[in-house]
DNA sequence: TATGATACAGAATGAACGTTCAGTATAAAA
DNA sequence: TTTTATACTGAACGTTCATTCTGTATCATA
């Protein structure tokens, strides 16, 4: 590699890890390009010249964290047994996320905004399919194993990512001690059921 | 009541139906005060002479819409007779809410939007916490009438707030079919587990 | 009828921001 | 060394909007 495409690569580094930051701090929409402009001492034009936009810059930092998410899963995922432990495990590493990850705000807000592109639309959307994708997968490995129901994958996927979708959200007007109560809660339930006797 | 106070009252509800609208049409932040007065024909000062601000005129219709669910909610409750058939109603009324009521995408951005008063964070967190109280109640009086395992009534309410929260925002990518079923899903595995073996 | 409050009008204000663009510096390629 | 592509600069542009403010009309009240 080039001694200049080192230091190109080394300044988009530089402004993906401010804007990062800053988006943490303040949100989407409040943090403005001056704003990392003035973190990152690079001026508008070079921004633009490594992101499409705002929005494109943003969606760079979604994709690295999803990437980040997936390459942790697998390295910790072998520490349990069975699919029950391991969706305990999920929720587990989901509550720690949703406390720590500086995005997670941000995302939301971004995810929330009317005035989208379509482009970006479509792209929020392959980002939830994937996830779909994920716990439908995941599901029916375990009713494969004998582990659960023979439910309806789809649909159920579906909703346990509304389940963590809203845990997400509601996790912040919990304390922080709560939270992971409250994710272990929720999937006790979705296990094992809160009604007394099943049908 | 004098001819002026009625006038008054009615312009206001005028403006407040056509806010509506235009929100339920384009979204919180895309609908301008502009695009209010074009549709009523009432002046900006008018406005803002009824309405403190437009996050202000936001929160009426806020309020109206959880005066409209409670009252709604109390005439349908009775022809459920179990706590678990309640919550399947409560399920219904509110994958229906999500596919026909006209805030529910703008309400959506509204919370998530990072440039909110501090006054309209605390009217936010309150509307949360009377949902909460809502659940705890209800999962409460489930496990008093022996229905409902005697589970922790808060942290069950408050992931039950999140997977309705959840579901209302995943619903608006799955198809209108689906809604009811996902819904469906999701309460009979909250209820009953998806695990095979309940302990 | 005179007075005061309420309801309404709409121009003016003022700030915020994403994006573009014409131009410059740097380093690789020829 | 000359040429060319890449990396970078920052002023200027254009647009959007919520809110305020001064003034006026309308109706209730005294």
């Known amino acids: 590699m080039n001694k200049k495409q080192m230091q190109s690569e080394q300044t988009k580094k530089r402004v993906a890890d401010a804007a990062r930051s800053?988006?943490?701090?303040?949100?989407?929409?409040?943090?403005?390009?001056?704003?990392?402009?003035?973190?990152?001492?690079?001026?508008?034009?070079?921004?633009?010249?490594?992101?499409?936009?705002?929005?494109?810059?943003?969606?760079?930092?979604?994709?690295?964290?999803?990437?980040?998410?997936?390459?942790?899963?697998?390295?910790?995922?072998?520490?349990?047994?069975?699919?029950?432990?391991?969706?305990?495990?999920?929720?587990?590493?989901?509550?720690?996320?949703d406390l720590n990850h500086p995005l997670t705000r941000a995302a939301d807000e971004f995810f929330h905004l009317e005035e989208k592109s379509n482009e970006v639309e479509e792209r929020i959307k392959v980002i939830y399919q994937n996830h779909f994708q994920f716990f439908e997968t995941f599901i029916q490995r375990g009713i494969d194993q004998g582990e659960f129901k023979p439910v309806n994958a789809k649909y159920l996927a579906i909703a346990l990512e509304s389940l963590f979708v809203g845990l997400n959200q509601m996790s912040r007007t919990a304390s922080s001690e709560d939270v992971g109560k409250i994710y272990q809660s929720a999937v006790q339930a979705f296990l094992y059921g809160m009604a007394k006797e099943s049908d």
């Not at 402009?37 to 508008?44: E, F, L, M, R």
């Open 22 to 97: 800053l988006f943490a701090l303040k949100g989407y929409k409040a943090t403005s390009i001056e704003d990392i402009v003035a973190a990152t001492g690079s001026s508008k034009g070079n921004i633009y010249y490594h992101f499409k936009s705002k929005e494109g810059l943003f969606l760079y930092l979604l994709d690295e964290w999803d990437r980040e998410w997936e390459e942790n899963w697998e390295k910790k995922q072998w520490q349990y047994q069975t699919m029950k432990e391991k969706l305990f495990g999920i929720a587990e590493q989901l509550a720690l996320e």
